[in-house]
């Protein structure tokens, strides 16, 4: 049964640093990518980013340099470094695994989902 598990969301001020993690099981490290999206009430879903399974990070244009994206398949953990969060990062994010070697900023092709962490950005 494959699950997707994510984890370190919470509340944190403008400014601040989160790091979420995606614990992967039931899949083997290398034969997936995977991404993370995000989304706000009343909103459509948001690509953020994605890492393929040789490892080649992708971010979103308007995050780069503020999110960062790997994977350490050791563990077959996926995380998403987040810095210098502004207010409008507030959302729920997810991850997603898509049995394919790249993967883009679509949701619809992705074929498992984690349940979502929020993150909550005060001023």
């Known amino acids: 049964q494959v699950q997707l598990v994510e984890s370190g969301g919470g509340v944190v001020q403008t400014g601040g640093s989160l790091r979420l993690s995606c614990e992967v099981s039931?899949?083997?490290?290398?034969?997936?990518?995977l991404a993370w999206f995000r989304q706000t009430p009343g909103k459509r879903r948001e690509f953020v980013a994605a890492?393929?399974?040789?490892?080649?990070?992708v971010h979103r244009n308007s995050m780069e340099g503020r999110f960062a994206i790997s994977r350490d398949n050791a563990i077959n953990t996926v995380y998403l470094q987040m810095n210098s969060l502004k207010l409008e990062d507030t959302a729920v994010y997810s991850c997603?695994?898509?049995?394919?070697?790249?993967?883009?900023?679509?949701?619809?092709?992705?074929?498992?989902w984690g349940q979502g962490t929020q993150v909550t950005v005060s001023s």
């Open positions: 039931g899949l083997t490290p290398g034969s997936y990518s």
């Open positions: 890492i393929w399974s040789n490892g080649n990070p």
């Open positions: 997603a695994a898509k049995m394919s070697p790249y993967s883009g900023g679509t949701p619809d092709g992705y074929d498992y």
